[in-house]
C-alpha cells in the first residue's frame, strides 16, 4: 500500500516562494501534485515519472515550479517561485504505479492518479 504525507504548507506574500514536501511508502512510477481552490475542480499542477525523472507542467505553473526528488528519503517536493494570489489553494501530492501513461494530457488527470495525501494549504496574498 502506497501512503503520502505532506508538509510544508503556510502563507506568503505575493512574488515569495514556498516548498511543499511529500513523503511517499511504497513503489510508484508516476508523482503529482495537484491543488484545488474552493469551488473549482481538482487540477494538475506538476507530474515526474520517479524512475526517469520526466515531468510535465501545467502552463500556469511552468517557469515558476519544479518538482525535485531526493529517492534517498523518498521524498517529491513542489518548490513554488514567484507565487501569485491565483496560486492559492489546498495542494495535494499524489502516487500512480499503474501503466504508463501515454498522454501528457493524462498526467495532470487526477482520474490517473490512485493515491493522495491528506493535502496541504498555500495561502498567498496580494
Known amino acids: 500500500e502506497v501512503q503520502l504525507v505532506e508538509s510544508g504548507g503556510g502563507s506568503v506574500q505575493a512574488g515569495g516562494s514556498l516548498r511543499l514536501s511529500c513523503v511517499v511508502s511504497g513503489y510508484t512510477n508516476y508523482m503529482g501534485w495537484f491543488r484545488q481552490a474552493p469551488g473549482k475542480e481538482r487540477e494538475g499542477v506538476a507530474t515526474i515519472l520517479t524512475g526517469g525523472g520526466t515531468t510535465y507542467y501545467a502552463d500556469s505553473v511552468k517557469g515558476r515550479f519544479t518538482v525535485p526528488q531526493d529517492n534517498a528519503k523518498n521524498a517529491l517536493y513542489l518548490q513554488m517561485n514567484s507565487l501569485k494570489p491565483e496560486d492559492t489553494a489546498m495542494y495535494y501530492c499524489?502516487?500512480?504505479?499503474?501503466?504508463?501513461?501515454?498522454?501528457?494530457?493524462?498526467?495532470?488527470?487526477?482520474?490517473?492518479?490512485?493515491?493522495w495525501g491528506q493535502g496541504t494549504q498555500v495561502t498567498v496574498s496580494s
Open positions: 499524489a502516487a500512480r504505479k499503474g501503466r504508463s501513461l501515454i498522454l501528457y494530457s493524462q498526467w495532470l488527470d487526477k482520474q490517473s492518479f490512485d493515491y
